[in-house]
């Protein structure tokens, strides 16, 4: 373990020194002051938040580094993105989790991350553009370019997994093709920025550029905390569906599981991501209405009196009223899919008794995953039905109950994945 410890330090002593040792032969310190002033300012600006997409990370630092790259020389520009990529936050984390000798062998060994990424970026740019000029125009300078962000995005990649695997040798290294496309997804927008950059520069100087900058850096804080809102959003949520199942054990994780399934036959409808993705938000919450049910009512073992199936039925009405007060979060087309999720295709169902397709789509999808799911699992006043038996049941009901077509999907694509 101790001489993990010791390859480890030492593998971050040799990116030190190789950076360095870099930057000192190829530089010619050519980037004017002012140029740095406001390249390292930026960035620093920029690290204040950090974007993290499902599959993408927005990087900042390259699309700076690009341009002093174009214009300079690489052990500046290396330099520069050195300095620039330098984050207190960073600092911070680094001391929280490591003896202060070795947060600042850490802090420095990714500042040489970056420095030695910007070297390799700029080798595979003049690889497969060996010409001086900038030229905008010409398809092989626009590869070049991208082909200098792979490289910068793949660099970084193996140099920290490197010294991941060096630090935790139970670390597994994994290539899955869904990392290797998310950082070519997260690396164009980079080289587009880079570009926009690069010609700013050229044509207008260092005020134009800035201004460029600037803009980007504001979409992504703006971005940041749209994302934010979001994440805030799905967390209730969540937290309102744990609290609808609560009021009955035997229906724990009921809406999670409808909404999953929901999400799922919306993607066989092929339905746009937009929707599949409103749609399982909104799945969590079809039931939102049983907050009003008793629970003596909800949880009755024995068959219900005709006025406590009343009271059940009306979850569905409930329901929609308490999104519909919330109008700036919920749309029509989520009041409809909780509303009429009861509503049955041949038009004996409640609310309204709606049939075919006056009911929305989103509820007749629901009304099916909410079957399957009632079915499938126990219930308080009977065992769970096997899958034959349930299918049997949903075919039975197919244009009575359910809409024949989305059965037929749900039975043949979604029970079969
Ligand atoms: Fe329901
Ligand atoms: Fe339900």
Redesign the pocket.
Known sequence: MRLMRLLHDLYIALLIAASAALIAQTSTWAVPLPTAIVCVGMLWISSLSVINLRRTVVVMVFPVVFVLLMKYDPGSAALVAALGSMSAQEFRIMQENNPPLGALLKFIGNRAVTALSAFAAWGAFKLVYPHDPLNFGDPVFLLASAAAGMTWVITSGLIVNLQIVLSRPSFRLRLEPSIVFGSVYSTLPSVVMGLMGAAMYELGGLLPFAVTQAFFIYNKHYTHWAMVQKENAEQINLALARIIDSKDHY?AG??ER?AELARRLAEHCRLPRADVERLEYIARL??LG?INVPNEILTKPSALTPSEFDAVKMHSEWGAELIRGMDKIYSERDYRAILE?HERYDGAGYPLGKKGTEISLWARI?CIC?AW??MTSERVYRPALPEAEAIEELRRNAGAQFDPELVEIFINKVLSE
């Open positions: 229906t009921h809406s409808v079809h039931d049983k999720h629901l909410d799911d009632a």
